[in-house]
């Protein structure tokens, strides 16, 4: 196991309301990407937070955001939920002290908008 | 163009069978490679990596042809249980940019 943990697992909206999901990332690793997943594609990068910033962002609009604590846990907020918002979300952890960096993934919250 | 291209697949083995996947990348910056493999409706899990020509461990091989843009995943003796879905990633923003995947289906 990675030992990055997210939850919920599974949580059902409507349309127009906002969610909140959490990563608890993997002892030692200092930073959390988080992703999305749409069914029969890859993970799509979202965003990453290194010490507490958003580090880079992926084409996700900014009804997206999120933040990273102090001991290096994440939340991810989407507003204004839509339909196509569904699917996996995917945290990572990884511990970046050069180039070359592994990232390892949580569990994932399923999401569905209805 | 895709950034990052894979078959999807499927491809259809019998145990003990060897098979190959490749990935190609658009990006001639990206210096360091990735092989997940998912099963269905879980977390990608890290295969392996891949920063210089190639890596392998086990049954696994990877290969990096920078030339040509593209990884290579080869698994020799397939199990039933290597059945999944192969993701390749690279780096060249921070962030992961994988491709869709390839299934893989080992057979009895």
């Known amino acids: 196991e990675t030992g990055v943990t997210q939850s919920p697992t599974h949580l059902i909206k409507t349309r127009g309301q906002q969610v909140t999901l959490r990563c608890s990332s993997q002892s030692g690793h200092n930073t959390v990407s988080w992703y999305q997943q749409a069914l029969g594609q890859g993970p799509q990068f979202i965003f990453q937070?290194?010490?507490?910033?958003?580090?880079g962002r992926g084409n996700f609009p900014p009804r997206f955001s999120g933040l990273q604590f102090p001991n290096y846990s994440s939340e991810l907020n989407v507003n204004a939920l839509e339909l196509d918002d569904s699917a996996l979300y995917l945290c990572a952890s990884s511990l970046v002290t050069g180039v070359f960096y592994e990232q390892y993934f949580g569990p994932g919250t399923r999401l569905t908008v209805t | 163009r895709k950034e990052v291209e894979q078959d999807p697949g499927p491809f259809n083995v019998p145990e003990g069978a060897t098979v190959a996947f490749n990935c190609t990348y658009s990006n001639s910056a990206s210096q360091s490679f990735f092989w997940y493999r998912q099963d269905c409706r879980k977390e990608p899990k890290l295969l392996m990596s891949v920063y210089s020509s190639g890596n392998e461990d086990g049954r696994f091989t990877a290969q990096l042809n920078r030339a040509s843009q593209y990884i290579s995943l080869l698994i020799r003796d397939s199990k039933l249980s290597d059945s999944a879905t192969y993701l390749c990633?690279?780096?060249?923003?921070?962030?992961?940019?994988f491709g869709s995947g390839t299934r893989l289906q080992v057979q009895p």
């Open positions: 990633a690279d780096t060249g923003r921070r962030a992961l940019t």
């Open positions: 937070y290194y010490r507490e910033e958003e580090n």
